[in-house]
């Protein structure tokens, strides 16, 4: 087991890809909290994922975009699990408007969750752990976006290509301090975000014809990149942002 002992913060993990997350890095051998917005059932499913698996688990409802939540996440946490090891920053959503009518409250309501949020649960985690001396590792959930363009996007896709600048930037600042900081770009993945694909009528395919294994991704192969990332197998990388999506970006 990659991770034995260690404790994990995996945001927006009631469901889709942040519980795949979840299960992964229970399976090697990560205690987890499992974040979510407005959804405490399907946090609790992903839950008992993790319980099921042995490892201990807690929901904790927060806005990641909001400093009070974050740093009461962290304080429950730090309560109930122990300070966090790990953080996984998962939770975003996806809107789909084109530029010309975009407006200000769409643009600021996105970029907040997608960017600010994990910047912020970022700067959260990096001074608890700094303060105590503790190590850590982080990963930014960013997306095939932050290199394909795709319609309607002109918000989204720069928060995602803004998490390869974070990585980096973060990174160059944390990394003498012992925190490594990566970055896993998914592919298509089947989750309630990408519903919409399976709805229109030969969108899917379309989508498919574009990845080289023709194929959509599962929710778990990207927890295992991210419990690679996030273990001492990848002690010597930091500042990195790798796609997992079946040779989507590359083609
Ligand atoms: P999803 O199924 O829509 O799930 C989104 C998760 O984020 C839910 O757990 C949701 O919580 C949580 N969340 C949303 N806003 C939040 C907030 N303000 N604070 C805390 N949690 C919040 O999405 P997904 O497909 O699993 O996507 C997960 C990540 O992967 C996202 O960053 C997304 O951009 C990225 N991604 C997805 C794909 C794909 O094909 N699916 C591809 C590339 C990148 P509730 O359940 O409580 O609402």
Request: proline letters at 4%; a neutral charge.
């Amino acid at each position: 087991m990659k991770l034995k002992g260690k404790i994990a913060v995996v945001t927006g993990a009631s469901r889709g890809i942040g519980r795949g997350i979840a299960e992964v890095l229970a399976e090697e051998g990560a205690d987890v909290v499992v974040n979510y917005v407005s959804n405490p059932e399907e946090a609790e499913k992903t839950a008992r994922i993790v319980r099921d698996k042995g490892r201990r688990a807690v929901t904790i409802q927060g806005d990641v975009s909001k400093r009070v939540d974050v740093e009461a996440m962290f304080d429950r946490m730090e309560k109930d699990l122990g300070p966090a090891d790990i953080l996984i920053n998962n939770a975003g959503i996806e809107t789909i408007v084109p530029f010309l009518e975009l407006t200000d409250d769409q643009w600021t309501h996105l970029v907040d969750i997608n960017l600010r949020g994990p910047w912020l649960c970022s700067q959260v985690f990096c001074r608890r752990a700094i303060a105590a001396g503790r190590k850590g590792a982080i990963v930014h959930i960013g997306s095939i976006q932050a290199a394909k363009v795709l319609p309607g996007r002109t918000h989204y896709a720069p928060t995602k290509l803004g998490l390869e600048a974070l990585t980096r930037n973060m990174s160059a600042e944390v990394t003498p301090m012992g925190i490594r900081v990566n970055c896993v770009h998914p592919g298509y993945i089947e989750t309630d975000m990408t519903t919409w694909i399976r709805s229109v009528p030969g969108a899917r395919d379309t989508v498919l014809a574009q990845i080289s294994m023709a194929r959509s991704g599962e929710c778990r192969e990207i927890g295992t990149a991210v419990a690679f990332f996030a273990s001492e197998e990848a002690s010597y990388l930091t500042g990195q942002s790798i796609h997992v999506d079946g040779g989507w970006a590359g083609k």
